[in-house]
């Protein structure tokens, strides 16, 4: 256990709905990533915090992803109008002042029918 | 655009066998290199990359960053069933986006008794 929790761990939705997830980082941490992994590949980057503020969101992220951390704190992250191709890990990360290394929460995997 | 390459993609051996992964990178404002273990759950730190020729070494698993070639091995020695995992290499950009990690692909060890 890394300290970093995700909730929900599973998600099944059908096609069109909206979902949110949340992740609570390392409580000292002031960063937090978002990631999203498909089966047989690498996590792929899709948005970064330093504390409230979004300082860059990825290409992958469409107009139906959004993300906030309001607080600089938990982070949520919504997608709207679920597709099929949604369908993958979404992985929470966070890291401290000084420290490079990113610690990784347990993820929230997410099926759409 | 970043690009993480490892391989072999995926690599089968015996308990007790010594295997080098390789990990090549084109990260821009690099700073760091690092690996990590995925055992069909949220990737596991393993170690950060910083300086070239350095090997890092943590039980029967050691890493060394090249900088001016651009790449890293991850060796693992006398390797045991547990060690059966997918190993992700991810390079640390800085500037704007500091702390965003490009992935890998990864590599598949499956270790048989």
């Known amino acids: 256990d890394t300290g970093v929790s995700q909730d929900p761990r599973h998600k099944i939705t059908k096609r069109g709905q909206n979902v949110t997830f949340r992740c609570d980082p390392i409580?000292?941490?002031?960063?937090l990533y978002w990631y999203r992994q498909t089966l047989g590949q690498g996590p792929e980057f899709l948005t970064y915090f330093q504390n409230e503020a979004q300082l860059e969101k990825s290409r992958l992220l469409s107009d139906r992803f959004s993300a906030e951390r309001p607080k600089g704190s938990f982070s949520t992250l919504e997608i709207q109008r679920t597709e099929q191709g949604d369908s993958a890990m979404y992985l929470c990360?966070?890291?401290?002042?000084?420290?490079?290394?990113?610690?990784f929460g347990p993820g929230t995997r997410l099926l759409v029918l | 655009e970043d690009k993480v390459v490892q391989s072999p993609l995926s690599l089968v051996v015996h308990e007790g066998d010594t295997v080098t992964l390789n990990c090549s990178y084109e990260?821009?404002?690099?700073?760091?290199l690092l690996w990590y273990k995925q055992e069909k759950k949220a990737p596991t730190f393993l170690f950060m990359l910083t300086s070239s020729g350095i090997e890092k070494k943590s039980g029967r698993l050691s890493s060394i960053l090249d900088k001016k070639e651009l790449f890293s091995i991850l060796n693992i020695t006398a390797t045991q069933t547990g060690d059966s995992a997918v190993y992700l290499c991810?390079?640390?950009?800085?500037?704007?986006?500091?702390?965003?990690?490009?992935f890998g692909q990864g590599t598949i060890l499956t270790v048989h008794p």
């Open positions: 990260v821009t404002n690099f700073r760091s």
């Open positions: 990360a966070s890291g401290g002042r000084t420290q490079e290394t990113q610690y």
């Open positions: 991810a390079g640390n950009a800085g500037g704007t986006s500091y702390g965003k990690l490009t």
């Open positions: 409580s000292e941490h002031n960063r």
